[in-house]
């Protein structure tokens, strides 16, 4: 959980103006892209996003549950659940949690038991704290139900108007269907069917209960790609930072400050990262914010190449599933031939993998 700031290194030039803009068409025109914990000796890592607020004039009405990305905001997506029966509230839908966690004011609106020395480490990005838990007898989100489970309590802002984070805890058997274009965020048990026509799949492996990794390359470099829908930016570690800076001029780079569900403040550096392949997907012109991050210790990734990608890019896309049997993310762009900016390479030309979907 974490907001990225990027700060001019060069202030009064003008080029931070232009460096912003750059940032913001390219995450207008991208189409893909793509932290646990429990109670008794066990962790939570999260890895929700907070969304930079809309300003109030010529924006569209705020989606309920599938908020695409947009030039002055990444995405965001949100799942009807009930707690206890009560509700639907809106969670935000977390792959990067493997654990659900609750806003205070949803626990005191429900009168759940909160016993003050009932604490759980909770990990974010930038860091680690000790945190309240909270005990509910259901959690049910579309075709799943938890009982009997023990959730930690998070600060308020870090919801951003939500009411908790659905995280991967028991969505193993599930499929995710993420439709920005109709607002609509369905999970059901899967099928296990293949994907529809007009779809790219990129195979995914699921590690430490259910985070979602992928196999990719930024530029030469292999990486090991975290999918993170809890994410509001995408991160890059320290190895990654070390292996492709030096094709980046010291201009062209930004001050970013990284801040998390803790305390914990991280700065880092932020630039247009080397082309991006995962799978068969192929990404372009991603400002990437790059530090040596608590949360790659946490997965086990700090040793070696590893980028975490999040919603400025996944909220591009007119649809996602996340289908956990099958073990892959399935990918559908909008028809808009000019905004495609995910490819495949043949041996003479790169065409479009994702063809535009009819009318």
């Known amino acids: 959980m974490w907001i990225p700031v990027c700060r001019a290194r060069h202030p009064g030039t003008g080029s931070a103006t232009r460096w912003r803009e750059r940032l913001l068409a390219a995450v207008a025109v991208s189409l893909a892209g793509m932290i646990g914990a429990a109670c008794a000796g066990r962790e939570f890592t999260a890895g929700a996003a907070t969304p930079a607020p809309a300003t109030a004039q010529s924006q569209p009405p705020e989606a309920l549950y599938a908020a695409p990305t947009r030039v002055d905001r990444a995405g965001r997506v949100l799942a009807a659940v009930t707690i206890n029966g009560h509700g639907p509230f809106r969670f935000i839908l977390d792959t990067g949690a493997n654990s659900s966690a609750l806003a205070p004011r949803l626990v005191e609106a429900l009168g759940l038991p909160n016993d003050p020395g009932a604490m759980v480490r909770v990990n974010g990005v930038t860091g680690s704290a000790m945190l309240p838990v909270v005990e509910i007898d259901t959690l049910r ?30 969505l193993q058997a599930a499929r995710i269907d993420v439709d920005f274009a109709r607002d609509r965020v369905t999970i059901t048990q899967s ?8 779809s790219l799949t990129v195979p995914v492996r699921l590690e430490r209960n259910g985070l979602l990794i992928a196999s990719g390359r930024v530029g030469r470099v292999p990486v090991q790609v975290i999918i993170d829908t809890g994410a509001e930016r995408t991160l890059g570690n320290a190895p990654l930072r070390d292996a492709i800076e030096h094709r980046v001029s010291h201009w ?59 919603m400025d890019l996944l909220g591009t896309l007119q649809e996602f599933v996340v289908d956990y049997p099958r073990r892959e ?10 905004t495609q900016r995910v490819r495949r390479c043949g041996p003479n030309e790169c065409q479009s993998r994702i063809p535009p979907s009819g009318p």
């Open 329 to 338: 993310l399935q990918l559908k762009a909008y028809p808009d031939p000019t």
């Open 191 to 198: 099928s296990r069917a293949r994907a529809p026509g007009g």
């Open 141 to 170: 989100a579309g075709d799943i139900e938890l009982r009997d489970v023990r959730l930690p309590m998070l600060a308020e802002h870090i919801f951003a108007g939500a009411d908790g984070i659905l995280g991967v805890e028991g």
């Open 252 to 310: 062209n780079r930004r001050d970013a400050s990284v801040i998390g569900v803790t305390d914990d403040v991280s700065t880092g550096t932020t630039f247009l990262a080397p082309d991006i392949s995962i799978g068969n997907a192929r990404l372009r012109n991603l400002p990437v914010t790059f530090d040596d991050l608590h949360v790659f210790d946490v997965w086990g990734l700090a040793g070696e190449p590893a980028l975490l990608v999040g």
